[in-house]
């Protein structure tokens, strides 16, 4: 059937050559695997970082096989909202800026544009397996009288209907079918496939009944849990279940399958296979096992013929934990690589993320591009790439990669402008090789004094702005604000016309 497939696309393009109707090349509609995981740092990645003690083979191997792009970026330096602007093309402070807590609603409007919604309107199978952390609709299981959940009072078994349907998760939002826990740290405990509880959480979540952590702590919320959850099955449950819906339908025409790992974030827990397998302590070795995940979905890709029509997407939400400190003190390996900054900051290590991109006959393989570019760029590239015209109101944050991804230049003569934000008044913006942030520092999460001492400071004297010129400056030890403020008043300008409700996106700008 794939190969059925292939020859149909083939004709399609013969047929439009014939009519005269294509009047630049056309690329045949390609499987998309986007594989997303979780607080991995940039310097995790063994292709991005020579000195990385945790060994990648697999996404060594993708990247080997297709394009790494070294300044890559999440809207956000936290979990929901990095999610949502990619699914929807939009930075997510242009609504929002904290993680959906445990029970809460759907991020999204009922008439949001996202990627799964446009790829299932072009005929593509649409399945997201893994972390969703995007909102439900729990309150419609809320049985009458139930209180609504608080961190003081949290959520008891007894307060929901269990077996009812829950509403505004994946299925409202465009994907065909769901299989995950939801968010491995968040209640629920238990197994969601499409919009229903497989089983009915009866217990409430006590870290006593789990085996030992390795690293870190639990961080789970309070809440109903099946009787008997383990935490250290998520992982490899889910990639069992991404294995088995390639093996099983794969080839029954087009998919997009999103596979949202719950890894390497905490609660740290590598399953024993793992467990010493690299030299960066038991993170370390979770990024083993979360690489060897991606390695069976590669293999899965092979075995079913689909490797070379299909385009795999690897990265991540933002960057690696505060737990990075201790490591590179314990361990000598800096999650961030050459970057500044860990999970939360506007620094640097805080949001650019690995992102690497395969595409057979198309992305020359090997290559590395250090052009700016942002998790919201998806929406408009795979729109370009099926001949979906996005209105000036749709995705309006989002470029289209396509030349970049075949090599070709981009038709601009003016650097791209990206911005990144955590919390609220707090935000950068990148354009070429500047990195203009809006207020006298980057950091969100606290560095321990030892670490503040050891890295150093990026100025001399507060400044009510900061600017990097990142080529020069990776790792952001010199703030430039004094010496460029011309630049800078620039940067501050366009910011400001984006955070006034300006779109970044060319089509969103067109007729201006």
């Not at 990385?52 to 330096?77: F, Q, V, W, Y």
């Not at 929807?88 to 402070?93: P, S, V």
């Given at each position: 059937m794939n190969s059925s497939r292939a020859c149909?696309?083939?004709?399609?393009?013969?047929?439009?050559?014939?009519?005269?109707?294509?009047?630049?090349?056309?690329?045949?509609?390609?499987?998309?695997?986007?594989?997303?995981?979780?607080?991995?740092?940039?310097?995790?990645?063994?292709?991005?970082?020579?000195?990385?003690?945790?060994?990648?083979?697999?996404?060594?191997?993708?990247?080997?096989?297709?394009?790494?792009?070294?300044?890559?970026?999440?809207?956000?330096?936290?979990?929901?909202?990095?999610?949502?602007?990619?699914?929807?093309?939009?930075?997510?402070?242009?609504?929002?800026?904290?993680?959906?807590?445990?029970?809460?609603?759907?991020?999204?409007?009922?008439?949001?544009?996202?990627?799964?919604?446009?790829?299932?309107?072009?005929?593509?199978?649409?399945?997201?397996?893994?972390?969703?952390?995007l909102g439900w609709g729990w309150d419609a299981?809320?049985?009458?009288?139930?209180?609504?959940?608080?961190?003081?009072?949290?959520?008891?078994?007894?307060?929901?209907?269990?077996?009812?349907?829950?509403?505004?998760?994946?299925?409202?939002?465009?994907?065909?079918?769901?299989?995950?826990?939801?968010?491995?740290?968040?209640?629920?405990?238990?197994?969601?496939?499409?919009?229903?509880?497989?089983?009915?959480?009866?217990?409430?979540?006590?870290?006593?009944?789990?085996?030992?952590?390795?690293?870190?702590?639990?961080?789970?919320?309070?809440?109903?849990?099946?009787?008997?959850?383990?935490?250290?099955?998520?992982?490899?449950?889910?990639?069992?279940?991404?294995?088995?819906?390639?093996?099983?339908?794969?080839?029954?025409?087009?998919?997009?399958?999103?596979?949202?790992?719950?890894?390497?974030?905490?609660?740290?827990?590598?399953?024993?296979?793992?467990?010493?397998?690299?030299?960066?302590?038991?993170?370390?070795?979770?990024?083993?096992?979360?690489?060897?995940?991606?390695?069976?979905?590669?293999?899965?890709?092979?075995?079913?013929?689909?490797?070379?029509?299909?385009?795999?997407?690897?990265?991540?939400?933002?960057?690696?934990?505060?737990?990075?400190?201790?490591?590179?003190?314990?361990?000598?390996?800096?999650?961030?690589?050459?970057?500044?900054?860990?999970?939360?900051?506007?620094?640097?290590?805080?949001?650019?993320?690995?992102?690497?991109?395969?595409?057979?006959?198309?992305v020359e393989p090997g290559r590395v591009s250090?052009?700016?570019?942002?998790?919201?760029?998806?929406?408009?590239?795979?729109?370009?790439?099926?001949?979906?015209?996005?209105?000036?109101?749709?995705?309006?944050?989002?470029?289209?990669?396509?030349?970049?991804?075949?090599?070709?230049?981009?038709?601009?003569?003016?650097?791209?402008?990206?911005?990144?934000?955590?919390?609220?008044?707090?935000?950068?913006?990148?354009?070429?090789?500047?990195?203009?942030?809006?207020?006298?520092?980057?950091?969100?999460?606290?560095?321990?004094?030892?670490?503040?001492?050891?890295?150093?400071?990026?100025?001399?004297?507060?400044?009510?702005?900061?600017?990097?010129?990142?080529?020069?400056?990776?790792?952001?030890?010199?703030?430039?604000?004094?010496?460029?403020?011309?630049?800078?008043?620039?940067?501050?300008?366009?910011?400001?016309?984006?955070?006034?409700?300006?779109?970044?996106?060319?089509?969103?700008?067109?007729?201006?």
């Amino acid at each position: 059937m794939n190969s059925s497939r292939a020859c149909l696309k083939n004709l399609s393009l013969l047929v439009l050559c014939v009519l005269g109707l294509l009047t630049a090349p056309v690329l045949a509609q390609p499987n998309i695997l986007l594989i997303y995981a979780d607080d991995m740092g940039y310097g995790d990645l063994g292709a991005n970082n020579p000195e990385s003690k945790i060994p990648t083979p697999h996404l060594d191997r993708l990247a080997a096989e297709g394009l790494r792009l070294t300044d890559a970026h999440s809207s956000s330096g936290i979990c929901t909202p990095s999610r949502f602007a990619m699914l929807t093309g939009q930075y997510h402070w242009r609504r929002f800026h904290n993680i959906s807590g445990s029970f809460g609603g759907s991020v999204f409007e009922p008439d949001d544009l996202t990627l799964p919604k446009t790829l299932q309107a072009q005929g593509y199978q649409t399945v997201a397996i893994g972390k969703w952390h995007l909102g439900w609709g729990w309150d419609a299981l809320r049985r009458d009288g139930a209180p609504r959940p608080t961190k003081q009072r949290p959520a008891q078994p007894e307060h929901y209907h269990w077996d009812r349907p829950i509403p505004d998760g994946p299925l409202a939002h465009g994907f065909d079918s769901y299989f995950g826990d939801g968010t491995i740290n968040f209640p629920p405990y238990g197994w969601i496939e499409d919009d229903r509880m497989v089983e009915p959480p009866t217990v409430m979540m006590d870290t006593a009944t789990f085996r030992p952590i390795p690293e870190g702590r639990w961080e789970f919320r309070d809440g109903p849990m099946v009787e008997g959850w383990d935490p250290y099955a998520v992982l490899p449950t889910i990639t069992d279940r991404a294995v088995a819906w390639l093996n099983d339908h794969g080839a029954d025409g087009l998919f997009f399958m999103y596979f949202a790992m719950p890894s390497p974030h905490a609660p740290i827990i590598p399953n024993e296979a793992y467990r010493g397998k690299s030299g960066a302590g038991a993170y370390g070795d979770f990024v083993v096992e979360s690489d060897a995940m991606v390695g069976r979905l590669l293999q899965a890709l092979d075995d079913n013929g689909l490797a070379d029509d299909t385009i795999v997407i690897f990265t991540s939400d933002n960057g690696p934990e505060v737990y990075a400190f201790e490591r590179w003190r314990d361990h000598g390996h800096w999650s961030s690589g050459p970057l500044r900054g860990v999970k939360r900051d506007l620094w640097e290590g805080g949001h650019r993320v690995p992102f690497v991109v395969r595409w057979p006959g198309v992305v020359e393989p090997g290559r590395v591009s250090d052009e700016t570019v942002s998790q919201v760029d998806l929406v408009a590239t795979f729109a370009a790439l099926l001949g979906v015209e996005l209105t000036r109101d749709e995705a309006i944050d989002s470029h289209d990669l396509l030349p970049l991804l075949r090599g070709e230049p981009s038709g601009s003569s003016a650097p791209r402008a990206t911005v990144q934000n955590t919390r609220p008044n707090a935000y950068a913006l990148r354009q070429g090789e500047w990195l203009f942030i809006n207020g006298p520092q980057g950091e969100h999460s606290k560095r321990p004094d030892w670490f503040r001492e050891s890295w150093g400071d990026p100025q001399r004297a507060p400044t009510p702005a900061m600017l990097f010129n990142l080529a020069d400056d990776p790792a952001q030890r010199e703030n430039l604000f004094v010496e460029y403020p011309e630049r800078a008043a620039e940067m501050r300008a366009l910011l400001d016309r984006y955070l006034g409700g300006q779109g970044s996106a060319p089509h969103a700008t067109a007729g201006d």
